[in-house]
């Protein structure tokens, strides 16, 4: 029982989950996730089927009699619904239920083997015996042991770093501790003072915190009269919104004498700021203009059916400085203007001069501390009504903030108070992931407007205050550390979204794009500051609204233990845990620790004092990070790697330590390349681990913002592993590659049926190919030399990529190895990565198994109308529009037949350029018809989708490719066969297409 395999290593119903776990990602109320944010979280469902099926038999679901294939195969179908039933998001109670009993009963039939005594679910239930114990030793938000915990499991969470330790206590501890009201704690929500719950605890807190800030800075953002508010008379030096009300207009409503403070919200006749627009300006590099050039990006405001709004940027003559005017039209030409027509990466053109302040002239003044700010418009919201108002800035001159006036009561404030402004180093990696420091932003403090600013240090001075309040209260013991934690929360997710690094979602929502769009701080030009009392926008009011409601996710009974330390030394005894489940770092995809220093700023100014051994530093560990990062080594790249891999081999060393024997191991990867799992591979054999399967799980958001060039991966994959035994070496000839071409082809076979397509079906399927190379210790090629992991990675995608080529061309009488190795090339890599470009070490990867190569005299790299282009260190694929054009592509050079690929795009460009002159190429080029019909199909049919129904989202080949394809299809008979080489002698294979 101990070794028998699990339900992860038969069968998952990958298609059903990765659904699910994709529907899950558009949920935005109620999900654990938006109790703070962690980078790279996966979906809940995909965690809640590997826990489960790292924990089950593979025979959970299978009949007792029958035949053992019928058994397996209605085991299979069983599971199916089973799962599927399971894997719902939030999920059903008598499921999960029925799920963690089938966990614990499998759980008390290992353990009465271990211990060669009876246990039962019984035992376990009423704690005489344990339960099963799941750890994850890179756990980062959490989301694993949450389901480890819902599932009845022991779940146990490690990560180095600061800020992920915080996120997993709001996860996995605090919720199931003090979720539940309690009349034997004191509290505010509950009946005669005691304890009413955390949700309601934070609530009144969060209340309580926003009334003192409202008190102090309320007058900052004030209610704007609303230009189109009915008025029947002008009245005086009283009350703006007492006159509002009465339908008077009033006269006042400058920031030098506000009208009472009324919560941040205006009342009948005036609007309520959802978000305020800025952009960055610079002056003008000509000294003889010396305008104020705005960098603004571009200029939307609204973009929806029959509403189009945009600001038109208005340099008047005599001035150095340009207006902006709010312009609506019931369609985007009707604007007069493209709205998105201003800079392009940083380089802006002087309205008034037209010289170009180009990025290093924007880089210098930044660094120099140059760079200034325009507020170019406020977008509102009137009461119960639907929509936003815009507002020109130029037009309310006076809601400008005057940031001096601010700067003051930033410094009052800090004195009163003893915090800081956090004036702590921005780190950026070897990419510079965080390249605001390039233009000057080189301290947090240099990310937030002043207003800002002092917006974020009044909420932390009065979450502080918050603690002194329990003290008087009596509110003692974790409690009080629970809520206060809580809402450090609430204020690290009010810093996402109001800093000069957001920008404006002119599509709806909530106005406001968070500072992590990307897993970096990236330079922005315009920016959206968002006004933190509206509840209709990102503030600290729709924080407590949403931030208690994610606790459902984590309605449980047990509670997880929650350490913070390295993953190269887990505190836990050998044998400790019968599963590990983990996501681990991925070279310098992630720079965690540089981009978490973002909130660690923020929580060591309210909750610092009270997790002192978390916040003594500047900043979050980097030293002992697992990251491929050349800055910590002195720029040297090759250290970098290597200090990684040592890293990743000792925390699967303590993986292997720490696992019983038979237990699961499953890695979640992402890496888009096989190459760039070298360095995994090599750490799990060595650390004596053995793969025994691999699935792919789409862990992203439907519709997720993705460039079409982009290579990155729709699924995770999820990598089982199992303690080897013995140190066996194997022959790569004899004993690996025919295990190896076996597994592939079934796995092939059976995520094409699935419908998993591109990328994804690639990786998995050389993730499942894993197995015949990990169950060695080393395995040696005929000469004796051993074949490294990278060298074998590459064999294995050679397999893959030949057996996905009998598939894509299934059902042709021809042989696919007969096919010009050039079309095949172009085929597997529009199959696997669309229009991405590939470094250069996968784009060889990719040659593997075809008879081509990428460089030299023969190369696809060369020549004028070369197939490939290089670009230092990666390969770009053309397409027909980037080649068709030459008149002599795809014309025979000699006695040498022209490359099929050749010939096709220029059918595909004549297609579309020159349909008439299509008869006569084709009679000069005489291709083998039969095999460039089958290129064109592939390339726009269904053949390269796999089995799937809805193919929308998938990238084959370009767009403008595909539209030529379908044309060229369409029109077959007409365009290529009827008369088609008139009076030449047929060539081979072409006679039954005439």
Not at 33 to 54: D, K, N, Q
Not at 151 to 177: F, S
Not at 827 to 854: C, H, K, T
Request: glycine share 10%.
């Amino acid at each position: 029982m101990t070794s028998s395999p699990r339900l992860i290593e038969d069968y998952l119903p990958i298609e059903a989950i990765s659904k699910e776990a994709s529907r899950e990602k558009s949920v935005r109320k109620g999900h654990i996730s938006t109790l703070h944010l962690w980078w790279a979280r996966r979906p809940l469902v995909a965690c809640r089927a590997a826990v489960y099926g790292a924990l089950v038999p593979a025979t959970q679901f299978q009949p007792e009699n029958g035949p053992e294939n019928k058994r397996q195969s209605l085991g299979r179908a069983n599971a199916a619904k089973f799962v599927e039933r399971l894997c719902k998001y939030p999920g059903d109670p008598k499921v999960i239920k029925e799920a963690e009993e089938h966990i614990l009963i499998a759980h008390a039939e290992r353990l009465s083997e271990e211990r060669g005594e009876k246990v039962t679910l019984g035992d376990i239930l009423e704690g005489r015996a344990p339960r099963p114990k799941v750890l994850d030793m890179f756990a980062g938000g959490g989301a694993i042991p949450l389901e480890a915990l819902r599932l009845g499991c022991e779940a146990y969470a490690l990560d180095l770093n600061p800020v992920a330790h915080i996120i997993e206590l709001c996860t996995l501890v605090y919720p199931q501790k003090y979720g539940k009201p309690d009349p034997n704690a004191k509290g505010m929500t509950g009946p005669n003072g005691t304890w009413g719950g955390l949700a309601e605890e934070v609530r009144y807190w969060g209340e309580w915190v926003l009334k003192r800030v409202k008190a102090e800075i309320g007058d900052l953002y004030p209610p704007i009269p609303d230009p189109n508010a009915p008025k029947t008379r002008v009245e005086f030096g009283a009350d703006q919104v007492e006159l509002a009300e009465k339908g008077f207009e009033s006269k006042q409503g400058s920031l030098s004498d506000p009208p009472p403070f009324t919560g941040g919200q205006g009342g009948v006749g005036f609007l309520t700021p959802v978000a305020y627009l800025w952009t960055r300006t610079v002056t003008c590099k000509n000294p003889a203009c010396g305008a104020t050039v705005p960098l603004v990006r571009q200029t939307w405001l609204c973009k929806k059916e029959k509403r189009y709004a945009a600001l038109k940027m208005i340099a008047p003559k005599g001035e150095k400085r340009v207006r902006f005017e709010v312009v609506e039209a019931g369609t985007e030409k009707g604007l007069g203007f493209d709205p998105a027509g201003f800079s392009k990466a940083g380089n802006a053109t002087c309205p008034f001069c037209g010289t170009v302040a180009d990025s290093g002239h924007v880089k210098v003044e930044g660094c120099a501390g140059r760079m200034g700010q325009q507020m170019m418009a406020i977008a509102c919201t009137r009461p119960k009504a639907k929509g936003k108002i815009y507002l020109s800035a130029d037009d309310y001159p006076q809601f400008i903030p005057d940031d001096a006036a601010i700067q003051k009561r930033i410094e009052e404030l800090c004195m009163r108070t003893g915090l800081t402004v956090p004036n702590e180093e921005i780190v950026t990696d070897a990419k510079n992931a965080n390249f605001t420091y390039l233009y000057g932003l080189k301290r947090f403090s240099d990310l937030f407007s002043p207003r800002q600013l002092l917006c974020l240090l009044s909420f932390a001075a009065s979450i502080r205050k918050a603690t002194e309040e329990f003290k008087r209260l009596g509110i003692i013991g974790s409690h009080d550390l629970a809520v206060v934690t809580l809402l450090s929360g609430i204020l690290d997710r009010l810093a996402d979204f109001n800093s000069s690094l957001c920008i404006f979602n002119y599509t709806g929502g909530r106005g406001v794009v968070h500072t992590f769009g990307r897993q970096a701080l990236p330079m922005t030009w315009d920016f959206a500051e968002t006004d933190p009392f509206n509840p209709d926008g990102a503030s600290w009011v729709s924080g407590i609204a949403d931030v208690p409601l994610a606790f459902s996710d984590a309605d449980m009974v047990l509670s997880g233990e929650v350490r913070r330390g390295s993953a190269t030394n887990v505190p836990w005894a050998e044998g400790t845990f019968d599963a590990i489940l983990t996501d681990p770092p991925y070279y310098d995809n992630v720079p965690y620790a540089d981009i978490a220093d973002y909130f660690y700023v923020w929580l060591k100014r309210t909750v610092g004092d009270l997790y002192p051994e978390h916040f003594g530093t500047d900043g979050t560990p980097k030293k002992a990070e697992a990251v491929a990062d050349a800055t910590r080594h002195g720029g040297d790249r090759n250290a970098a790697k290597r200090a990684y891999e040592s890293m990743m081999s000792q925390s699967f060393l303590e993986a292997y330590r720490t696992l019983k024997s038979g237990g699961q191991m499953v890695v979640v990867y992402a890496h888009k390349t096989t190459l760039g799992w070298s360095t995994l591979v090599d750490a799990l054999r060595g650390s004596n681990f053995t793969v025994t399967e691999a699935w792919p799980l789409d862990t992203e958001k439907v519709g997720r913002l993705r460039d079409q060039d982009s290579s990155a991966l729709a699924s995770s994959i999820f990598l089982v592993a199992r303690k080897r035994e013995g140190a066996r070496t194997g022959s790569y000839e004899r004993e690996v590659r025919p295990q190896l071409e076996e597994i592939v082809r079934e796995r092939v076979e059976t995520l094409w049926e699935m419908g998993i397509s591109g990328a994804d079906l690639v990786i998995a399927a050389v993730g499942a190919g894993l197995k015949a190379y990990t169950q060695f210790a080393r395995v040696e090629k005929a000469n004796g030399d051993e074949m490294p992991a990278e060298g074998f990675l590459a064999e294995v995608e050679g397999v893959v990529l030949n057996f996905l080529l009998k598939k894509i061309f299934k059902g042709s009488h021809t042989n696919v190895e007969t096919m010009d190795g050039a079309a095949r090339f172009y085929v597997l890599w529009r199959y696997a990565y669309g229009n991405a470009d590939l470094d250069a070490g996968e784009a060889i990867v990719m040659s593997f198994g075809q008879p081509v190569e990428l460089d030299g005299p023969r190369g696809l790299s060369t020549g004028t109308h070369a197939l490939l282009e290089k670009k230092k260190g990666t390969y770009h694929m053309r397409d027909f529009t980037e080649r068709g054009a030459d008149e002599h592509l795809g014309l025979p050079d000699g006695s040498t037949p022209s490359p099929l690929m050749d010939i096709l795009h220029r059918v595909l460009w004549l297609v579309e350029n020159q349909p008439r002159d299509l008869k006569s190429f084709l009679d000069q080029a005489q291709p083998n018809v039969e095999h460039l019909r089958l290129v064109a199909q592939a390339l726009a049919g269904p053949a390269l989708k796999g089995n799937v129904e809805s193919t929308d989202a998938l990238i084959t080949t370009t767009s403008a490719e595909q539209s030529a394809l379908g044309k060229l299809l369409a029109n077959w008979r007409g365009l290529v066969e009827t008369g088609l080489f008139s009076g030449a002698v047929d060539k081979p294979g072409q006679s039954e297409l005439l």
